[in-house]
């Protein structure tokens, strides 16, 4: 959802700093807070000066927007906002499926990075098949909630990334969801 509403934004330079605040004061634990942050700075970093003062206005509230980008703490590079968003990742005490979906779409979509999404692949598999060893050794998990269409989200997305081998994440994916009809169809 964050990420939406600020690609709503987008065209609206305030509005979507307006959001970007929002998410970095009131939204702190949320995962999309990162993918959305990125994809604001991509846009911000993406805009040449008249770009910006033609959004923002007049030179003072270009002054303005540059004073909230700079306190949101916006990367001078699209590699930088990169490595941001992989180390805004590591802050969270848990690892979510949906967090790296996200980072899989920014890898692919803003940063055009095919090659990096399969480091955050296998990552994913170790994290899943965690989880089915933990559910045959005890009842309580005690890891964040897995859902199966989180799973089959980013397995859609991962396709689409260049050299993808699904063989060990179908295999982590059917144990941990022995029901679900789409690892066991999905080519």
């Known amino acids: 959802m964050w990420t939406l509403i600020v690609d709503l934004f987008l ?11 929002n998410l970095q004061e009131c939204h ?10 990125a994809k604001l700075f991509a ?17 003072r509230m270009l002054a303005v ?14 590699a930088a906002i990169r490595e941001w968003a992989h180390a805004e990742k590591t802050k969270f005490s848990f690892h979510t ?3 790296t979906h996200d ?8 940063f055009k990075h095919k090659e990096a999404a399969n480091t ?3 990552a994913d598999t170790d994290v899943m098949m965690a989880h089915a060893q933990q559910r ?38 059917q144990e941990l969801f022995p029901y679900s009809t789409y690892f066991n169809n999905s080519d």
């Open 120 to 122: 955050v692949e296998k």
């Open 65 to 78: 927007a540059k004073e909230e980008m700079e306190k949101l703490g916006c990367p001078q590079s699209l």
């Open 97 to 99: 499926i949906v967090l």
């Open 11 to 21: 065209g609206k330079l305030f509005a979507a700093i307006r959001a970007g605040i």
């Open 136 to 173: 045959k050794t005890t009842t309580d998990v005690g890891l964040p909630k897995l859902r199966v269409w989180d799973v089959v989200a980013l397995h859609k997305t991962l396709k689409k990334v260049d050299g993808f081998q699904d063989s060990q994440f179908k295999e982590a994916a």
């Open 28 to 37: 702190v634990t949320n995962p999309r807070r990162i993918a959305a942050l």
């Open 103 to 110: 980072l899989v779409k920014l890898d692919l979509k803003v």
């Open 43 to 59: 846009h911000w970093i993406s805009l040449d000066d008249a770009a910006k003062l033609s959004q923002a206005g007049d030179e």
